[in-house]
């Protein structure tokens, strides 16, 4: 995504971008369970940028913006695409998963996350994930 990384403040308004939905079309690369229960999900595209993707505990997320039971939908489809569930350890796949995920974009703050994009974005929540065809390989 071509938007430059916004100068981090806590309670910096959301932009215009932050305000729809996407779908990115690449492969799951790794994947680990975070503190707050959230699923830190890694996507790569086919020029080998990566991007961060969350799946929120839908017990720990605000679900007001979104139709009951979404998250928890699209976190039990990303629970079925993968050979593990996810620990506190990051995993790096050994063979890549092909997928689209919907969601909004977020601007994250940038520190040190495993697969962060150079300006932040994330897709965050997850509100959609399939396993599409194709493969991951080069």
């Not at 910096?12 to 790794?30: I, L, Q, S, W």
Request: contains cysteine; charged residues 20%.
């Amino acid at each position: 995504m071509s938007i430059p990384a916004p100068p981090w403040r806590a309670r910096a308004p959301r932009r215009p971008a932050e305000r729809r939905v996407y779908a990115v079309d690449a492969c799951v690369v790794g994947y680990k369970l975070e503190n707050d229960s959230d699923f830190h999900v890694v996507l790569q595209g086919a020029s080998g940028a990566t991007m961060i993707v969350e799946f929120p505990d839908p017990a720990n997320c605000a679900p007001r913006l979104y139709a009951p039971g979404l998250l928890k939908q699209a976190r039990e489809a990303f629970l079925r695409l993968i050979p593990d569930p996810p620990t506190a350890s990051f995993l790096r796949l050994q063979e890549a998963i092909p997928v689209t995920v919907v969601g909004p974009l977020f601007l994250d703050k940038i520190h040190s996350q495993e697969g962060v994009a150079p300006n932040g974005a994330e897709i965050h929540p997850v509100l959609r994930v399939r396993r599409r065809g194709g493969s991951c390989s080069p």
